[in-house]
């Protein structure tokens, strides 16, 4: 079993700062790409951020220059920095990572989320 869990969300007025973290649990041998994915009421979840196992990261362009994705691989660890929220970055937020588990193949996992509201 695998379990992803995120924590850091919260409320913040804009211009301020949220640290998201999410730390990847279980029978893991090995995690690839792991990533950040957003889902604001009534619409479809999207692409925050990724980064791979060498630490490359990707973000969608609303929030380069903002946001800082990183992992700590020896914790199965992976952290996303908010700096400058705006409004239009309230949403439930999500990690996933893609993960090869002990006599399995490589499957995707999520977390359950965690709420990040930014007031006006």
């Known amino acids: 079993q695998v379990q992803l869990v995120e924590s850091g969300g919260g409320l913040v007025q804009a211009g301020g700062s949220l640290k998201l973290s999410c730390v990847a649990s279980?029978?893991?041998?090995?995690?690839?790409?792991m990533g950040w994915y957003r889902q604001a009421p009534g619409k479809q979840r999207e692409l925050v951020a990724a980064?791979?196992?060498?630490?490359?990261?990707d973000y969608t362009n609303s929030v380069k220059g903002r946001f800082t994705i990183s992992r700590d691989n020896a914790k199965n660890t992976v952290f996303l920095q908010m700096n400058s929220l705006k409004p239009e970055d309230t949403a439930v937020y999500y990690c996933?990572?893609?993960?090869?588990?002990?006599?399995?193949?490589?499957?995707?996992?999520w977390g359950q989320g965690t709420q990040v509201t930014v007031s006006s």
């Open positions: 996933n990572g893609d993960i090869l588990r002990r006599f399995s193949s490589w499957m995707t996992y």
């Open positions: 279980g029978s893991i041998v090995s995690i690839n790409s």
């Open positions: 980064i791979t196992s060498g630490g490359s990261p």
